[in-house]
């Protein structure tokens, strides 16, 4: 049957039980989506990558050799290298599948008697659901109550436009195709464009329309990010070159030693030696593992490419209501026309006569069991002070609603009185607009603007009331053809967030601008622009005055006002386009259906996740879970850290293959004995590996990581700077390894005694760019004191397993090693640190120049 919207707090809908039988009965309300990547996938990934491909075949030229010991050695290096990427994978999966545990479709339903907002998933047959304007259906539902809904289907039936709903008026009903005027089937997947309803969930999941017609709602599959295109050719570049080598090394050494066999597994390690296998591995958990790291600060990432562009965001444009303040609305001053009376914070509840009127007809003008703050604040003073009078209406029927629109800043309920002789209509809306509508005089306009700026200019959001009476049977088209008279202004007050004016400032000191927009006067506007420390607060743009104002006027302005008031939501488009227009990179919050065209434009676009409706959800690049400001910019701290220990991941894996490709090329070259084998290449592998990816990622950001620039929007991951920083990092270490190499033979050590110090060098040296690479400004022994235990693990067990390798026998032999004196570990020890000595020196001098070596 259908209900009427005063009979709304009395549904209780299903109780916490039944919604659990019911979803253990059917399962989660989704569709088919892709599959999962189990351990099996992720192995078989493995199986087809270059280095792994590469160690099986030098596993089988060892068998084809007979060295039965050597060809079982690496391929069971092979299942270490299969756990420690199916580890890591794994990893970023669950962090990719808690994320998209998040991003699922909201709903709001009533269970046990009360309003509570879930995930769209967990929505169960007979369910009651409260639809919203921008609202995405959850599942298919019969409206049992709705008041102007319209909704857009096109998703299941091709049709452009909106579709009337109306309430179902029969005991059952039976589901029908999309589409159509005056149904009351509400489908999964459609959209709210218009009005509110409630209604009752008949089906979900597959059994859906949308699950019957096979469409898909998982993510659309992105393109890839720059980043990712960038590694991407820088991978493609490196890999041409490396096989280019590979060649000319195979030959090279076949023709001048004569031993093919050998030929092909020193040509094998060098491929190995130079292959970045890492760069899109690190790309991936780094990405994946970010966006986890920033929904822990209650800010949820749609797109990778969102964690790369947060760092740069030169403009957070940021709405007042609910951002900057906490959305607590509670009403402060009442004006009746002639008065002005002040709500004290005391217990008293009373309420001069002469304001009755004021709150009755701001009740009247709002939803019943409200959810906007403003009306939740006038229902409670409403309840706590006019409770069993004449003011208080619980059984008038609603009978017809006009919404705000962009011409007019105000509402209007229409409501039947008992005698069913008329209707009383109530207004209430923005001060100018409520005065429009009344159609008051000049001089009336002008006595009143002096209250509204008087409240205003007290951070007080100021609204006006009134009334009307209409007795004809058939309502007007618009609610201007009412004759309004009228009633009072009522001010309400928001507080800021208390943590708001400190992440202001921090804003600041990293070089990012703060807008503010609001709907809200100019004057408010201002008041809470220097409660919060906003700059420039004595320039304000109005939305009026953007219209009026040229192209070549509006781009000046937009460079250095900080507040724009009375912005209609369609002209936040016209900010966003201006400031970019300006070179500036933005990030842009909203909340609203209209805001969906801001969201998009901007660089990164930031949906309310509290009050927000699902279309700017999905127009958006993140959410902000708790709509607090700041967290936006607890993102950005961390977008900027996760974009430094990218750079320093990419710089360590490009300064490691430099010496391990080039002690594998030059003996070949220069007719030296072999250095590196294929083991020893996998041995390294199984540092660089954990390293690059695990413990960069878990590098805490560095201090100056907000008191520096924002990073330039076309900054290259691989710029000229870390490129040269990192091949001089690589050749540090390459001469070191090479001269002791050198220097053992010279001094009468063995081939194999030769290799093991060479060997033991490029680990120790390895080991000291891992720990140089971890800041860029602080030193290697400051850095002992921050956390890292990711790095911890990585160097304990490569100390004991190269302790293992150079004096178990069996294993000395394994790896070609010879026996070596403790004291040569000593010369090793100091080689591998002096590889990295220059740049240590280089952190000193450049900070004290106060220069970045991170920037490009």
Known sequence: MPIKELDLKNIKGLTADEAAQRLKRDGYNELAAAKKRNIFVIAFGVFKEPMFLLLVACGSIYLILGDIKEATMLLGFVFVVMGITIHQEGKAERAIDALRDLSSPRALVIRNGVQKRISGKEVVRDDIIIIREGDRVPADAIMLWGMNVTADESILSGESVPVRKIAERREAAEFRRPGGDDTPFLYSGSLIVHGQGVAKVAAIGAATEMGKIGKALGEIKEEPTILQSETGKLVKAIFAIAILLCVMVVIVYGLTRGNWLQSFLTGIALAMAMLPEEFPVVLTIFLALGAWRISKKDVLTRKAAAVETLGSATVLCVDKTGTLTQNRMSIKKLFNGRDLYTIGDGDDPALPDGFHEVVEYGILASKKDPFDPMEKALEELGYTTLYNTEHIHKDWPLIEEYPLSKNIMALSHVWETPDKKGFVVSA???????????????????????????????????????????AKEKLPSSQHDFDFKFIGLIALADPIRPAVPAAVQECYN??????????????????????????????????????????????????????????????????????????????????GVNDAPALKSAQIGIAMGGRGTDVAREASDIVLLNDDF???????????????????????????????????????????????????????????????SVVFESEPAENNIMTRPPRKPGESLFGKKLLALSFFQGLSSLVAVIAVFLVALRFGQTEEGARTLAFVTLIISNLCLILTNRSWTKGIISLFSVSNKALVHVLWLAVIFLALIVYVPFLRQMFHFGAVHPDDIFICLAAGIWSVLWFEILKVIFGKLKINLMEQ
């Open 630 to 692: 700041s967290s936006i910019v607890e993102a950005v701290k961390l977008g900027r850290r996760i974009f430094d220990n990218l750079k320093k991941a990419m710089a360590y894996i490009i300064s490691v293959h430099v010496p391990i490709a080039g002690a594998t090329l030059i003996p070949v070259i220069m007719g030296w004995p072999i250095i590196l084998f294929p083991a020893h290449i996998v041995f390294l592998e199984l540092i660089i590996d954990p390293a690059c």
């Open 428 to 470: 209430k809306g923005a001060p100018e607009a409520i005065q429009d509508l009344c159609h008051l005089a000049d001089d009336e306009k002008k006595r009143l603007a002096v209250y509204v700026n008087e409240m205003a200019g007290q951070g007080l959001r100021v609204l006006g009331v009134a009334k009307a009476t209409f």
């Open 510 to 591: 990293a070089g990012i601008r703060v807008v503010m927009i609001t709907g809200d006067y100019p004057i408010t506007a201002q008041n809470i622009a220097m409660e919060i420390g906003l700059k420039n607060p004595a320039e304000i743009i109005t939305g009026p005055e953007i219209e009026k104002m040229g192209p070549e006027d509006w781009q000046e302005k937009c460079k250095r006002v900080n507040i724009f008031s009375r912005v209609q939501p369609e002209q936040k488009l016209l900010i966003v386009n201006a400031l970019k227009e300006c070179g500036e990179v933005v990030a842009m919050t909203g909340d």
